[in-house]
Structures are given as C-alpha cells and as structure tokens.
C-alpha cells in the first residue's frame, strides 16, 4: 500500500471530490432527513465531505473537528457560505464528547470518520508525512506539539521501535530496520525523510524490495501512527461516536490501511451482536444489539473513482445505524 494512497482526498474547489462522496451522502441522507439534523466531521480536512452535506441538507448544522490549524482555516474559508450551520473546532477526534457538550448537542444525527492525512498535508513537503520528498521528519498533524517522528526516530529504544514498525506498520523485517536505524542514529542523528527512506531501503532484503512499492511505506505508516496516536484516538472516538447518536443515526468511516479497518470492524462489531447469555428463548432487552450494520463487510471504492483519483484505491467503508436506545439495567 502506498503511503500516498492511505490518505484521504480532501479536494480544493475544482480539485477531486473527496473519496467515495456520493456513498457516504447516500449512507447518511436517511439520519439527516429530521428537520434540525446534527453531522459530526471528525476529520475535518478542507472540509470536502463538510461542504456536499451542507449543500445537499439545507437545514443541517455541522460540527466539523480536525486537531491541524492549517486545516481548520482552510475550512473555515471554504464552508464561509454555510458560517450560520457550521461550528469548527481544532481538536483531536477522541474529544468528540467533550467538543459535543461545549457546542450543547450531546446527541446527534450522524458522525462520518474520514482517517488517516489529507491530501495537503502529504503535499505540503516540510509536513515530512511523504518518503517521495525530502524534508525535516515531522509528520505532526498538530504542529503545537512536541512529539515528531525524528524525536521518535532518534531516541526510542531498539525495543520501542521494533514494537511501533510490527504493530503499526505490519513491517515483517522490523528488527532489521530498527538496528538499522539505532546503528545509523549513533554515527549522527536521522533528520530527513529521504535519509532514513535510504537507511529503511538498506535494511530491507533486495529481494523484497523488488516487489511492492517503496520499501520506506510500511515505516513512515507506523512513525506517522505512533507521532499521532492515530489508532488510540479511533479506539476512543469511535464508541464515544455511538453513545451520541440519537435513535436512527448514523456513522460512517473510511478507513485507508487494514489497522484503522480492522479496529472499526471490531467496534461496530461489539455493538451489533446481542449480548446475552446463550440459549435463551427469548433475548432479554438489556442485551439486544443497540446497532445494525448497514454495509456488508467493508466497501470499496468503484474501479471508476480509483482511475480518476489513485488516492482513494486503499479506502475501505463501514457504516452503522442505531436501532435501540440504550437500556437502563438499574
């Protein structure tokens, strides 16, 4: 998978349309058809999927969250038409409920999670997210804080970065790039991403290389994670997502690397299945499953979008509705 396709595709005007637009509008048009609904954009970007929400429900209000202030600006400038039924918000996703209860819609309609970069961030070189330029390792999406991926780089343990390369970036030569990296850092300090993309590059076998893209994707995926605390953030926004979903509402996440896809499986999983003891004749109320799924398995994009955009080739869609409220158990 390249880096550059485990991204979303957030689009200036006259650029692309953000990927799989017209099946996420369709997903999430039946929770937004009350009078007043409410849509969460967890991650925000240039507000590509904000804008055709916008356009297409005329009386949708829209809480769009992104934790990078380029992005929040952008934005804002782009969503300047619809000021009235929009509030913006730099923050990091897993502050949903707190985002939530600051605006005073603890519930709402809809929630859509487009993960992973947008596409400024990849094209803006002195970001450091793309091994294809050469620029200070940093891959911040807020560039307020301190962790960047050369502190990661050049002060982990052999240990810690062996664990972030598998964990985060499935490399099945970890090891190998990690004493790499430790042996190099030692003769003087990695700053660039073309030097460690060489340093990753030396370090995976020749005959692996051959095969399956830059070498460098599987580590700049995992820096990019760690740096971030992408999967951390998901794990925690997503289930906080379901709890503010009022009854029929919606979410929708497009995952772009099997990581995110697997972790949103899993939760939308847990909250679908009954919970009850086996065997029962008939399903106790507490534990019937509070949500449906509404797509089998993960969708992919069509081989049309693909052509037209290669960065939307690794999405991968998953969509929940709520059936049920929750149940006091008291």
Known sequence: ????????????????????????????????????????DA??????????????????HLIGIDRDPT???RSTARLAPYAERTTLVRAVSDELTEVLAEAGRPRVDAVLFDLGVSSPQLDEAERGFAYSYDAPLDMRMDRDQELTAEVVVNTYSAAELIRILRDY???????????????ERGNEAI??????????RTAIPAATRRTGGNPAKRTFQALRIEVNAE????????????????LGGRV?????HSLEDRLTKQVLAARTRETGPPGLP????????????LTRGAELPSEEEVARNPRAASARCRAAERIREAVDKE
Do not use: C, W
């Not at 637009?21 to 009078?35: H, I, M, Q, S, W």
């Not at 700053?191 to 990753?200: C, G, Y």
């Open 1 to 40: 998978m390249r880096a550059e396709n485990d991204m979303r595709d957030l689009h200036a005007p006259g650029g692309h349309v953000p990927v799989m637009l017209e099946r996420v509008l369709e997903l999430l048009a039946p929770a937004l058809a009350g009078p007043t609904p409410v849509v969460v």
């Open 43 to 60: 991650n925000l970007g240039l507000g590509g999927h904000a804008e055709a929400l916008l356009a297409a429900h005329p009386s949708l």
């Open 71 to 73: 992005a929040i600006e």
């Open 169 to 183: 970036g499935e490399e099945r030569f970890a090891p190998r790039v990690a004493r790499l990296i430790i042996k």
């Open 191 to 200: 700053t660039s991403t073309k030097r460690l993309a060489e340093i990753v």
């Open 231 to 246: 999967l951390t953030a998901l794990e925690r926004a997503l289930p906080a997502a379901l709890d503010a979903l009022t």
């Open 252 to 256: 929708v996440v497009l995952a772009y």
């Open 282 to 293: 008939v399903p106790l109320p507490a534990h019937q499953p509070r949500f449906a799924l």
